[in-house]
């Protein structure tokens, strides 16, 4: 199984794929991880704004 993803601009050449299911899944959960850490901090923020 494979995913990749490729600029639609033709003058950009950058693109970035995955191939192993495994690296897939480590960068979700990076990526869960950091969304989760996120809403937190956001949380945070608004309790001490209303304090």
Known sequence: MSFSFT???PDN????S???PAEL???LQTITELA???L???AEV???ISS
Request: cysteine-free.
């Open 25 to 27: 899944e480590e960068k």
């Open 13 to 16: 050449n950058r693109s970035f």
């Open 7 to 9: 600029d639609p601009k």
């Open 18 to 20: 995955f191939t192993e």
């Open 40 to 42: 937190r901090l956001t």
């Open 46 to 48: 608004r309790s001490q």
């Open 36 to 38: 989760h850490e996120i």
